[in-house]
């Protein structure tokens, strides 16, 4: 029902910002609550942030509250993660994720997209 495609990870130095873009193939998409988690090499994915299919909840980890903001667009079938002040732990794939309902947990997603990269550097 909906295939998801993250785009707008790179190599940024910390302290700088990035914005990445979930678009959403599926006409559906506004009905799914949104996450965002990420992977570093070595660990297992962690919830980052999370927004309602409305956009008027979000969920954020306790590592990125204040930092990133998580937003979406649901008119352009998109969903952004905006994130400031970046910091070399935040290095990790970033995965766009798609659910039935808010959550923080990986295992209530049901759609994922590929990933991006993001790097840090000190």
């Known amino acids: ?42 660990k297992e994915r962690e919830f980052v942030a999370a927004v309602n299919w409305r956009g008027g909840i979000t969920y954020y980890a306790d590592s990125v509250k204040g930092r990133f903001t998580i937003s979406r667009d649901n008119a352009k079938n998109t969903v952004y993660l905006q994130m400031n002040s970046l910091k070399p732990e935040d290095t990790a794939v970033y995965y766009c994720a798609a659910g039935g309902r808010l959550t923080y947990s990986k295992n209530d997603y049901e759609y994922w997209g590929q990933g991006t990269q993001v790097t840090v550097s000190s």
């Open 1 to 42: 029902q909906v295939r998801l495609v993250e785009t707008g990870g790179g190599l940024v130095q910390a302290g700088g910002s990035l914005r990445l873009s979930c678009a959403a193939s599926g006409r559906t998409f506004s009905s799914y609550a949104m996450g965002w988690f990420r992977q570093a090499p070595g």
